[in-house]
């Protein structure tokens, strides 16, 4: 049976039976429990699920934040549990952007400096056509000397997809992005990470609970107590918010 199997050449990121424990005994907490997904070159994921599911932590150890328990982490090729902590914050700079709800920009930057410090922490020199091809996707053109402080939460966000695209990263991880903006706003972050996916062909995997934002992706996978439980292709609002309705109402793990 290989119609299923997906070549390894696709796939941006991909995690084999990830399990992350804390604590011991009683206290035991199953962060993630066997978790299997891969994630394609070129698609815009989410992964959703309630409170405690697993989200963050599965996406920490992905984005190579967080160490797994147990199980593999493979970004772009590459087995992260084989690589030492030099390597892996190489491979976080160069290979991985990332966009925080809190939009996490440095308060003394500009916003160019701010699109260009992975770059120059890396070592490397901006890609020009590249740099204004990213700051016109996100309309920043006249925002580029302005300071965070300067510019208003969608503006901040904005300059910090600028920032996750600008190092042109094997796959970008963001961690409920519209989560402190207004809908129009959120809207606008979520419709120019949907045109990175569509125009640059970007891989994206973003953590959210709000359903719009999760109908601009591809798919949808839905985690509960540690485990991918579903997931939806091109799924519409209405559909996500009945899947999640779905995993809040089902018995919980141990009562089943
Ligand atoms: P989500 O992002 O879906 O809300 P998390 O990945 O943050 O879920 O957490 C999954 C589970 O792991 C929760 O039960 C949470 O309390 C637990 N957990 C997360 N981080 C820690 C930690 N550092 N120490 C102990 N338990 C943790």
Known sequence: MTGT????????????????????????VRALDGVTVDFHQGEFTAIMGPSGSGKSTLMHCLAALDTPTSGSVVVDGVELGSLNDKALTRLRRERIGFVFQAFNLIPTLTAKENILLPLDLAGHKPDRAWFDTVVDTVGLRDRLGHRPSEMSGGQQQRVACARALVSQPSIVFADEPTGNLDSTSGAEVLGFLRRSVEEFGQTIVMVTHDAVAASYCDRVVFLRDGRIVDELAHPSREQILEHMASLQTAPARGER
């Open 5 to 28: 199997t997906t070549p390894t050449s696709t796939v941006a990121a991909r995690a084999v039976d990830l399990h992350k424990t804390y604590g011991s005994g009683d206290s035991e």
